[in-house]
Nanobody, 126 residues
């Protein structure tokens, strides 16, 4: 399984970005997909997760109401729409996948995911 993120960049406070994660090389349904981020000097944190039904989603409190995770109908691409960006959103963003139906309380746990992309950087300036 290969995950490739794209769409990162530099924006000003209040701006928007849309990240994409292209998924290839899998034989079975990847039941859960998530977006994580890691700021310099901090641990990687889960911020958004989605089940393969396409509409069951969960968000961490810092991004709730500003970020939206979604996937295309073919389930080959997962997106993260990020609005109202803040300087504290500056980080490297990673997508991840697991072929397991995680309980909702594990959906943002990085240790529960098996496949990871290389990350894309997001910088938000004030």
């Amino acid at each position: 399984v290969q995950l490739v993120e794209s769409g990162g960049g530099s924006v000003q406070t209040g701006g928007s970005l849309k990240l994409s994660c292209s998924v290839t090389g899998y034989m079975y349904s990847l039941y859960c997909m998530g977006w994580f981020r890691q700021a310099p000097g901090k641990e990687r944190e889960g911020i958004a997760g989605i089940y393969n039904d396409g509409w069951t989603t969960y968000y961490s409190d810092p991004v709730k109401g500003r970020f939206t995770i979604s996937q295309d109908n073919a389930k080959t691409t997962v997106y993260l729409q990020m609005n109202s960006l803040k300087p504290e959103d500056t980080a490297t963003y990673y997508c991840a996948a697991v072929p397991t139906a995680l309980p909702w309380y594990f959906l943002l746990r990085r240790d529960k995911y098996e496949y990871w992309g290389q990350g894309t950087q997001v910088a938000v300036s004030s």
